[in-house]
């Protein structure tokens, strides 16, 4: 079933429809295709929006490409859990080293947050190893 956004549309100003237009990921791609329709009709020229849209739509796939950093406080407790041969700490660098976006070939966070995850998780095997030959030695 479909819904007739025209309704709610015809009632927004001009301003909240070159919002939406120019920010289409937070809407349903029918409600767009109205708001765009709506726009011609009271011969706003959309395209002067175009380069608006598509900066912003270059902005989300760079941060996307990036990755984002990991949480600090996060990462903190991971190293601690990893340096006391927890595997929290291994787990955790895991995670900040592998994480991918779900449908995606991008990581999660960025290469920064990477490599100490990376990091965090050898230390986390490393002390885990030590502890574990230590205690049955």
């Keep these: 079933m479909k819904f007739d956004f025209t309704e709610q549309v015809v009632n927004k100003t001009d301003q909240e429809l070159i919002q939406i237009f120019t920010n289409p990921q937070d809407y349903q791609a ?6 765009t329709e709506e726009l011609n009709k009271r011969g706003i020229n959309e395209e002067k929006y175009q380069q608006e849209k598509d900066q912003r739509e270059r902005i989300k796939k760079e941060q996307l490409e990036k990755g984002r950093p990991g949480d600090p406080v996060y990462m903190t407790v991971g190293f601690i859990s990893a340096g006391l041969g927890g595997l929290i700490g291994i787990i955790a660098g895991i995670v900040y080293s592998q994480s991918k976006i779900k449908g ?3 990581y999660v966070y960025n290469e920064e947050t990477r ?5 965090m998780m050898f230390i986390g095997i490393f002390v885990f190893l030590i502890l574990s030959i230590w205690k049955f030695s």
């Design 104 to 106: 995606t070939s991008h």
């Design 115 to 119: 490599k100490k995850g990376i990091l």
């Design 30 to 35: 029918d409600f767009v295709k109205v708001v």
